[in-house]
């Protein structure tokens, strides 16, 4: 017996994609007039997206229309997906160097994975999103991206005027979504926001006001609220199989003038995942530091550890070198104070091995402190940045300058590759860090830890020069990140 409902159903969509893809082929046909309209608006998508994909990924862009987006990404191997035969058509012809391909996206069937997945303004037009948001996890690894844009329902009512008047290309009815309805989907279909912004306050060509508008005034509340687009970035929730051998760790600890930790360092350490090896790196003490490391390295050959001696200064070029010379495949950064606990490490690992977090940073702000762990002012000023750098970043920053971070080995030589961008002015080494791991996308998640009294030695940090530089960041950060 036949199943009349499925029938009709299958007969609405096919109705449906139809009528939306002679649309779009009569949009194609006049796409001069309907660009000129819109011109301002792509481009500052294109500004948008080129922030946030790397040239020379592999990218696939579905709803791709003419390629005009996916070529400006520069990527490494770029496909277009669109089901206009002749926008498809247009873009093999403008683009011969990357591939497109006329298909329905809810029946795409591709066997290849990409770096970065691309749904620009498409999802207000799908039968069904939820069935393609699940067919992307075909195409993406843990380590891929989803990039998506929408607009935001706000704007129903003054884009549907302006297309009565004929001031911008004419749409078929559309889906109307909130951030909430796209979160919700994507965790159903096996992926979780990493973050979401907005975009597009004024979408009209008007010199000096259009730059103003949308680079700052559409960052800051409350103008925010009437944005003309959403943003997010999402990635595939990673299953951890227990197939694969476990990750060696590397714990790289900057010491300077602290002789009288190092034994307590070397054993409170513990071993984690496949291995640990300590990593050194000593720099310019005017105590017996260096003697110290090395002659406990010698005593204990059953550990593996590294000592180097830093050329540089700050810790920030400590870090750096550590890093450079690891071995493992997870790094964490351990402070040679031990004013965070050693042992606090292994749940550090289990949040960046389990693909809960790709890049863990602990807070110190949440536990009560012992009496002399962090002076008053210092206290004050790590909230103000927290707050700060969680605006900038788009993901919740509560402690920009505790000493223990923890990432993946690939993606720091991302960070390092790209370090250019911001600039190498970060003594601490944590502001690299964090600026590097928001600029790749990647999931940023802080756990607590119990902040600890000094114990020996005194602190390397001069709170009042070492806070005006850490203003100059933000405001270098604010036109790096922010105002794009």
């Not at 195409?139 to 003054?158: A, D, H, V």
């Not at 925010?224 to 299953?239: G, N, Q, S, Y």
């Amino acid at each position: 017996m036949k199943d009349h409902s499925t029938e009709n159903r299958q007969s609405v969509y096919k109705q449906y994609q139809k009528n939306r893809m002679d649309h779009w082929d009569q949009i194609a046909s006049q796409e001069n007039r309907w660009n000129r309209c819109n011109r301002y608006y792509l481009r500052r998508l294109l500004e948008v997206m080129k922030f946030v994909v790397p040239p020379g990924q592999r990218v696939i862009e579905i709803g791709c229309a003419t390629g005009e987006l996916l070529a400006s990404l520069k990527p490494g191997y770029g496909v277009g997906i669109d089901f206009s035969a002749e926008m498809i058509r247009r873009a093999k012809n403008r683009h011969p160097d990357l591939h497109f391909i006329c298909a329905d996206a809810h029946e795409l069937d591709v066997k290849e994975k990409f770096d970065f997945v691309i749904l620009s303004d498409v999802v207000n037009e799908l039968w069904d999103v939820q069935a393609v948001l699940q067919k992307i996890n075909e195409w993406t690894t843990p380590q891929s991206r989803i990039i998506i844009n929408f607009y935001s329902r706000l704007w129903e009512l003054p884009l549907a005027l302006v297309r009565k008047l004929g001031l911008v290309k004419p749409m078929l009815m559309q889906n109307w979504l909130t951030v909430e309805d796209i979160t919700g989907l994507l965790s159903l279909a096996g992926c979780e926001v990493i973050r979401h912004w907005e975009e597009i306050i004024w979408p009209v060509r008007t010199p000096v006001m259009d730059s103003l508008a949308n680079r700052f005034v559409a960052k800051l509340w409350p103008f925010r609220i009437f944005d003309l687009t959403h943003f997010m970035v999402a990635k595939p929730v990673e299953a951890v199989t227990g197939a694969e051998a476990l990750p060696v760790v590397s714990v790289v600890v900057p010491a300077r003038n602290e002789s009288g930790n190092i034994e307590r360092i070397w054993n409170s350490v513990p071993e984690m995942g496949g291995g640990t090896e300590i990593i050194f790196v000593e720099g310019g003490s005017t105590d017996d530091t260096y003697d110290v490391i090395e002659r406990t390295i010698k005593n204990n050959p059953q550990r593996r550890a590294k000592l180097f001696r830093q050329s540089g200064k700050g810790k920030g070029d400590a870090v750096r070198l550590g890093f450079q010379q690891a071995g493992g495949d997870i790094l964490m950064i351990l402070d040679a104070d031990l004013t965070v606990p050693p042992e606090d490490l292994p749940r550090f690992y289990e949040a960046i091995y389990s693909g809960k977090a790709e890049f863990v940073n602990g807070v110190r702000l949440v536990y009560p402190m012992e009496k002399e762990a962090m002076r008053f002012l210092n206290l004050v000023g790590n909230k103000f940045f927290s707050l700060v750098f969680s605006w900038l970043l788009g993901q919740p920053i509560k402690d920009t300058l505790c000493g223990t971070k923890v990432l993946w080995k690939r993606d720091y030589e991302k960070i390092a590759a790209n370090r250019s961008y911001f600039g190498d002015f970060d003594p601490f080494g944590d502001f690299d860090l964090l600026f590097g791991a928001a600029k790749l996308n990647l999931k940023i998640v802080a756990i607590p830890i119990r902040y600890r009294e000094r114990t020996y030695g005194a602190t390397n940090i001069s709170r009042w020069s070492h806070g005006w530089l850490l203003l100059r960041m933000v405001f270098f950060a604010l036109r790096r990140i922010k105002f794009i």
